[in-house]
């Protein structure tokens, strides 16, 4: 019995553990910002054209799934650009924030990060999540999901160029949604 391989370059695999390493690195920086409540940190983080968008979940039967959720242009959870997360951002310093004062304790946890080459300078992202807050004495709320960001290399720092993230729930137990995903 022979074992057939594929030869392997190993430049190309120096390369992308070391992508690998680098972008793990940025997604457990930025889960620290959030947890952190580093936001003014957090959004430098955002290109300027980004789009960052939660669509609905919506039960269907499996000859449906492809309409599981809902697309851009369609209701969603956030459909923001860069100025709509930043006035987020700016109102949680305001003091009048009401959902977030006192301000909720998070946990973002990210996990199977796999990344892809989406050509010229930008690469797919894809990870999972699992969002944990606290607030109060007793609120708890969990989201877990999974992320598809495209990241781009701009000035030589890593930045989220649009970021969609898919919840796993069809209903949001939760009193709000506040926090960033």
Known sequence: MTLE??????DVE?????RQYEIEQFYYKEA???DGHRYDEWIKLFADD????MPI????????IGREFTQPGEMAYFDENKQQLQTR??????GTAWAEDPPSRT??????IRVEDAGGFELLAHSNFHLYRTRLKSEIDEWVGRREDVLRRVDGQLKIAKRFVYLDQTILQSAN????F
């Open 89 to 94: 951002v700016d109102k949680l310093s305001t």
């Open 107 to 112: 946990r973002h946890l990210i996990t199977n």
């Open 50 to 53: 980004v789009h960052y968008f």
């Open 177 to 180: 949604l506040s926090n960033f």
């Open 57 to 64: 979940r919506r039960t269907m039967t499996r000859r449906q």
């Open 5 to 10: 391989t594929t030869p392997v370059d190993p």
């Open 14 to 18: 120096v390369r992308d553990v070391l």
């Open 32 to 34: 620290a910002l959030l």
